[in-house]
């Protein structure tokens, strides 16, 4: 077997980027972080703007879990149309954040960082529910789409908590379209099949996101239970 290894490096130099051991050691951190974010197997060199993104990014964690506490996050929903027939046949969810001083920050922001902080699952959870609720007052021909993320997809947990949103709305199963991306079963596996078969046996509708972005695989689809490819 052969083994293949690479290294990212992060560098602070003293006394510019520190003069303790703690401010040096965090400064090479965060130069190493960002030599990984731009692609690994590089240098960086510690620059103050480094240090100011991490602290915004921590202050926008502090309010992003303030936020979903308090209930100041909000879906949207975008309406699929049928092309054949030109009639609505349902609803995409969006989540948005209109931030009290930032304005409205993108999902493509807040997502990630919610990912790392642990506060996927129960935004993932929050999102579910008001979005099965708000279907559930619509016509019975309109469905709701809501996106799955591969953390969520790989949570065990995940079953009950669509059963428990569809029980606790009246909407009924076929009537609600899970969204899931590759990413989310790339590692394919006894885990990743035993997920689609607790879905399906549900009632759901599961719909492979983004198809053609990422790894594409045309065995998955020969495969996975998809209703739907996007």
Not at 114 to 142: F, H, K, N, Y
């Amino acid at each position: 077997t052969q083994v293949v290894i690479g290294a990212s490096v992060g560098i602070a130099l003293c006394p510019d980027d520190g003069t303790t051991a703690d401010e040096l050691i965090r400064n090479a951190d965060l130069a190493l972080y960002a030599a990984k974010g731009e692609g690994r197997g590089i240098h960086r060199f510690y620059s103050a703007n480094m240090l100011a993104d991490a602290e915004d990014r921590r202050q926008l964690e502090e309010e992003l879990r303030s936020a979903l506490a308090e209930g100041a996050l909000d879906l949207v929903y975008q309406p699929v149309v049928s092309a054949k027939t030109e009639k609505m046949t349902g609803f995409e969810t969006l989540l948005r954040w209109n931030h009290p001083t930032r304005g409205a920050i993108s999902p493509a922001v807040f997502v990630p960082i919610a990912e790392d902080a642990g506060l996927i699952g129960m935004l993932g959870e929050w999102v579910m529910r008001t979005a099965c609720a708000a279907a559930s007052q619509w016509p019975e021909e309109i469905r709701i789409a809501v996106n799955v993320s591969p953390i969520q997809f790989s949570n065990p947990a995940l079953p009950g908590i669509v059963m428990n949103a569809l029980a606790a709305s009246g909407l009924t199963p076929a009537r609600l379209e899970l969204e899931i991306t590759e990413s989310a079963f790339i590692h394919e596996g006894d885990a990743t099949d035993q997920m689609f078969a607790q879905l399906k046996a549900i009632g759901v509708r599961l719909a492979l996101d983004d198809f053609g972005t990422g790894y594409s695989s045309l065995g998955y689809l020969r495969k996975a239970p998809f209703d739907k490819i996007k």
